[in-house]
């Protein structure tokens, strides 16, 4: 027969379980709200390129009209830094003709250096080498995929239910820079801005780097042939010192190759990997205006 110790032990037990059970939950509903949710539109897609649903958050102007026609900006970077955008569309008078696309990693699977690192970079992504067992393309390497998403699949998702003009730019940070730098010189018609903030162009032995100098070459040998580019490129001064040497080529060989491209570049001295994007956004879109 059960004792009244064994009675209070067991009950004590089956609370303490139920507090940690609904803890556990309350950090996962917490996280789910802050990943994987916005204050603007949400929307979900099936992707068959992909081969499952993908979120997007839209930002639609706060005078919004269906009938007019507007810009369009998509970024890599879910809802981190999402906020900065929205307050720094807010008051400038440029972005009130624009809407901002942004897509989130997925929440139950971490999609994020699958989706952005390129097909042909697979190799140390982190500024430490990952481990032997991390090395399949199934966990990242898969820029082709996500891109081909964007192209056949987001971009006529957003025309047919936005009127949008030919006035487009893709941004992206970290390993979305580098997603931003395969873009432009895999499919540079797509956009006609592009946005790299702290771009992890490092991977695997600077590749990312000598990748997009081979677009600036071919780009500089058809000369005319080739529409006009816009570049913004930033930098923390306190990054590892890998980002920052990668970060002193690709101005080297945009220096050195360029070709109907307007880039811009800038160093942002105090300023580490997190923080540098929080204070690019508003000089980019004031540069990028000033076209």
Not at 157 to 178: D, I, M, P, Q, W
Request: glycine fraction near 4%.
């Amino acid at each position: 027969m059960m004792t009244l110790l064994e009675k209070f032990n067991r009950t004590l037990i089956s609370r303490v379980l139920c507090i940690v059970t609904l803890t556990a939950a309350a950090v996962v509903i917490y996280k789910y709200k802050a990943h994987y949710t916005s204050n603007f539109k949400d929307v979900t897609i099936y992707s068959q390129v992909l081969n499952e649903n993908r979120k997007v958050f839209i930002r639609l102007p706060s005078n919004f009209e269906p009938k007019k026609r507007y810009s369009l900006i998509i970024r890599t970077d879910g809802n981190f830094n999402l906020a900065q955008w929205d307050s720094v569309m807010a008051e400038l008078p440029a972005q009130q003709d624009t809407i901002l696309v942004s897509i989130p990693n997925q929440f139950w699977t971490d999609t994020r250096n699958r989706d952005l690192v390129p097909p042909y970079a697979r190799q140390d992504v982190n500024t430490q080498p990952r481990p032997a067992n991390e090395n399949a393309p199934e966990i990242f390497g898969q820029a082709d995929k996500f891109l081909t998403f964007i192209d056949s699949e987001l971009l006529p998702y957003l025309e047919s239910h936005y009127n949008l003009t030919n006035n487009r730019v893709l941004s992206g940070y970290s390993a979305g820079g580098s997603f931003v730098l395969y873009t432009m010189s895999t499919k540079p018609w797509l956009f006609n801005g592009y946005f790299a903030f702290s771009p992890a162009a490092w991977y695997d032995d600077m590749t990312v780097v000598t990748e997009f100098n081979q677009f600036l070459l071919e780009r500089k040998a058809q000369q005319a042939s080739t529409q006009p580019l816009f570049l913004y490129l930033t930098v923390g001064g306190d990054e590892h010192p890998l980002m920052l040497s990668a970060f002193n080529l690709l101005q080297e060989k945009l220096t050195m190759n360029a070709s109907n491209i307007s880039w811009y570049s800038k160093v942002n001295k105090g300023l580490n990997h997190s923080t540098n994007p929080i204070h690019s956004v508003r000089p980019a879109l004031a540069v990028y205006n000033s076209q």
